[in-house]
């Protein structure tokens, strides 16, 4: 399952001959690990206005390193450009050539972060021209960018600010470690009520810390035996929770390991049997009283060319892939087990932005995900709750490692970071939508795909 070539190319003489040859050099990439810092290099933070001020002496509290302008010759962690005043396209130029000498200095792993206002927010068309602008800029920086740096965007809808919680969530989440493979991706963030958490009446104060920001929650994972699902419930139980492990009975011995691994409970059930929900609400609502989490993960694929496709490819796929998740969350919203801030993650795929040859039921599964979360989320507008989706790209499971070798090769390197993703980078993700950090975070989609030139 592994890439060999990643390996074999960081290694001195075939990364060498790589490069002589011109051959894709992917790097290995800056994970995470509990405890690091933000940001072991200086971070320069860009901008004129206030909005830049403000954000660089929060990350003078975060111990950050703060450069207000490029020290020749010194190495930077990363570069955050704050430009939520450009009113006209000119107004990109200074900022953005800046930046471009500021990637010079990137260390390998290194972050460009953006902040932005949304050109929805403004119905001048030279500022909707500057924002959509920085958006191009942000994308095609990325696609240059080497070394596994990486660079995405926080776009600050309504009166959102610089400093709100929930931008400074999507910061601290997209310069750490656990957005690897989030790249030429942009977050949206709205402000959260009273400059703290969504719902914050409702639910407890967070018995969390930067490193288990879900201490005290309980969250559910479907399709939880194997691949990105244990995964996800790993990760959601390093970071504090108590994860309810859930897959069919079939998997129930690699079930039952990955419950035991984590500290948590098993529930063998297929989720798109008339009695899954009610009796994950029971499990959970017996056991711990609340449910705060819930991430739709379990999903199949039944691939076949439309010309050659059967009625039962198409509705299995679509029974497990989204029907079960509409079922489901109808039944999750009537209970009181569910929590008034609860969190619902659901994977959706590229191929539901893009399609795919031969997974015409499977994109219109995830892209049927992608519609329940735009609309579910507007429902849950100025509430405690939120839903998104997070949408993978190439990641390296058993699944992909079916695709014959050729294709899967030539698939890995379709992106700018060059490789594949591992499960951790899906769960980090998910994890980063769960937690209270992501509270003005609702009805988006999160691709983490190293930006894969397929769906761009
Ligand atoms: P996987 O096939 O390795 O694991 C899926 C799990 O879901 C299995 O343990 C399976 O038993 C469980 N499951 C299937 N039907 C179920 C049902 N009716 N009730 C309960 N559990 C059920 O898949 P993988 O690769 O870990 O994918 C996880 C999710 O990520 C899926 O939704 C998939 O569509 C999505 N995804 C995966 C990508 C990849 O590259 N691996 C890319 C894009 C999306």
Known sequence: ????????????LPGRIAKALGLPRPSVLRRYTPGEAVAAQPV????????????????????????????????????????????????????????????????????????????????????????????????????????GATANGIVLRGNATTTDPTTLGALRFLLSGRSAY???????????????????????????TPDRPLAGRTAVVTGAARGIGAKIAEVLARDGARVVAVDVPAAGEQLARVA?????????????APDA???????????????????????ITRDKLLANMDAARWDSVIAVNIASQLHMNERLLASPVFSDTGRIISLASTSGIAGNRGQSNYAASKAGVIGMVRAQAAAFDDG??????????????????????????????????????????????????ASDAAAGVNGQVLRVCGQNLVGA
């Open 1 to 12: 399952m592994g890439d060999s070539y990643l390996d074999l190319v960081n290694t001195p």
């Open 44 to 147: 320069l933070v860009t901008g004129s206005g206030a909005g830049a001020e403000a954000l660089a002496d929060v990350l003078l509290g975060w111990d950050v390193e703060v450069r207000r302008h490029v020290l020749p010759g010194e190495k930077l962690g990363a570069a955050v450009v704050v430009l939520d005043r450009a009113a006209s396209p000119e107004d990109l130029a200074a900022p953005m050539l800046e930046l471009g000498q500021a990637v010079r200095l990137l260390v390998p792993g290194g972050r460009v972060v953006g902040l932005l206002r949304s050109s929805a927010d403004t119905a001048d068309p030279a500022e909707a021209a500057a924002r959509q602008g920085i958006d191009g800029a942000l994308r095609s920086m990325a696609h240059e960018l080497r070394g």
């Open 182 to 208: 989030v790249d030429g991706q942009f977050i949206e963030v709205t402000s959260t009520p009273a400059g703290g958490v969504a719902g914050a009446a409702a639910r407890p104060a967070a018995e969390g």
């Open 260 to 272: 035991n691994t984590v500290g948590g409970t098993a529930l063998q059930l297929d989720i798109t």
């Open 277 to 299: 929900a009610t009796r994950i609400l029971d499990h959970v609502g017996q056991r711990y009283g609340v449910l705060d989490i819930v991430v739709h993960n379990a999903g």
């Open 384 to 433: 405690g709750r939120t839903i998104n989706a997070v949408a993978p790209g190439f990641i390296e499971t058993d699944m992909t490692a079916k695709i014959p070798p050729l294709t899967r090769q030539v698939a890995r390197r379709l992106s700018s970071l060059q490789q594949g993703g591992l499960p951790v980078d899906v769960a980090e993700t998910v994890a980063f939508l």
